[in-house]
C-alpha cells in the first residue's frame, strides 16, 4: 500500500511570495492534517480537511490556507511568505481523523530567502 | 501555551536496557495519546498509542503507561536496541467527538533517545 506522497520534497522562495505543497493521502483515508516543524517550535498542527471540508483549525495566521479535493488529496498554501515560514511541512492522514493514528508523508522543506 | 512537554531534550541507554521517555500535558480535554518515532529526513512514524480510558497499552518492546490524575505518561522500550535510536514525539488529541470536529492534534518538542552499543 502506496504511503502519503508529499510533492515537491524542497521548495526555495523568497519573501512575498506564495507557495503551493501537495499531499496524497494513503487510499482509502479522508483525513489529512498539516503540520509545521521548525527547530524551536517542534511540531505544530496546522488545520485538518475531512470531505473537503477543513474541520479543525490550529493557532495559525489566515495567510496559511488549504483545501482538500474529491479524491482526498490536499494542498496547503502560504501567501505573503515571511522568513519565519521557512520550515518542515508535513501532512498525514488517517482513515476518519484526528482521533486515530496519522499517517506521515516525508514532508517538505520550504526555505525562505 | 505548551499543552505537551517532554522536558527532557536527549536519553542515552545501554543496548539491553530499559528507556523510559515521559512526556506531561496540561489540557485536561486530551482523551488520546500517542507516541511517534522519527528519523531524520523522513517524517514521524506512529508506535503505540493508548486512550484515556486505559492505563496501560503494550505492543512488543513497546509499552506506554497513561496517569490521568498525574496528566502523565511514559513510553518505556525494553530492551532498547541501537535502532531505537531517533527522536520520539509524544503527542495528544481530543476531545474526541463524533463528528470529529474541535478537536487539534499536539506534539511535545521531542526528546532524542541514543542507544549506545
Not at chain 1, 524542497?10 to 499531499?23: D, F, H, M, N
Request: net charge positive.
Amino acid at each position: 500500500k502506496a504511503g502519503v506522497t508529499q510533492t515537491p520534497r524542497y521548495l526555495i522562495k523568497t519573501r512575498g511570495q506564495q507557495v503551493t505543497l501537495s499531499c496524497s493521502p494513503i487510499s482509502g483515508h479522508r483525513s489529512v492534517s498539516w503540520y509545521q516543524q521548525t527547530p524551536g517550535q517542534g511540531l505544530q498542527f496546522l488545520f485538518e480537511y475531512f470531505s473537503e471540508t477543513q474541520r479543525n483549525k490550529g493557532n495559525f495566521p489566515g495567510r496559511f490556507s488549504g483545501r482538500q479535493f474529491s479524491n482526498s488529496r490536499s494542498e496547503m498554501n502560504v501567501s505573503t511568505l515571511e522568513l519565519g515560514d521557512s520550515a518542515l511541512y508535513l501532512c498525514a492522514s488517517s482513515p476518519l481523523g484526528l482521533g486515530q493514528p496519522q499517517h506521515f508523508g516525508d514532508g517538505t522543506r520550504l526555505s525562505i530567502l | 501555551d505548551q499543552q505537551v512537554k517532554q522536558n527532557s531534550p536527549s536519553l542515552s541507554v545501554q543496548e539491553g536496557r530499559i528507556s523510559i521517555l515521559n512526556c506531561d500535558y496540561t489540557n485536561s480535554m486530551f482523551d488520546y495519546f500517542l507516541w511517534y518515532k522519527k528519523y531524520p529526513a523522513e517524517g514521524p512514524t506512529f508506535l503505540i498509542s493508548i486512550s484515556s480510558i486505559k492505563d496501560k497499552n503494550e505492543d512488543g518492546r513497546f509499552t506506554v503507561f497513561l496517569n490521568k490524575s498525574a496528566k502523565h505518561l511514559s513510553l518505556h522500550i525494553v530492551p532498547s536496541q541501537p535502532g531505537d535510536s531517533a527522536v520520539y514525539f509524544c503527542a495528544a488529541s481530543g476531545p474526541t467527538t463524533y463528528t470529529g470536529a474541535n478537536s487539534k492534534l499536539t506534539f511535545g518538542k521531542g526528546i532524542t533517545l541514543s542507544v549506545r552499543p
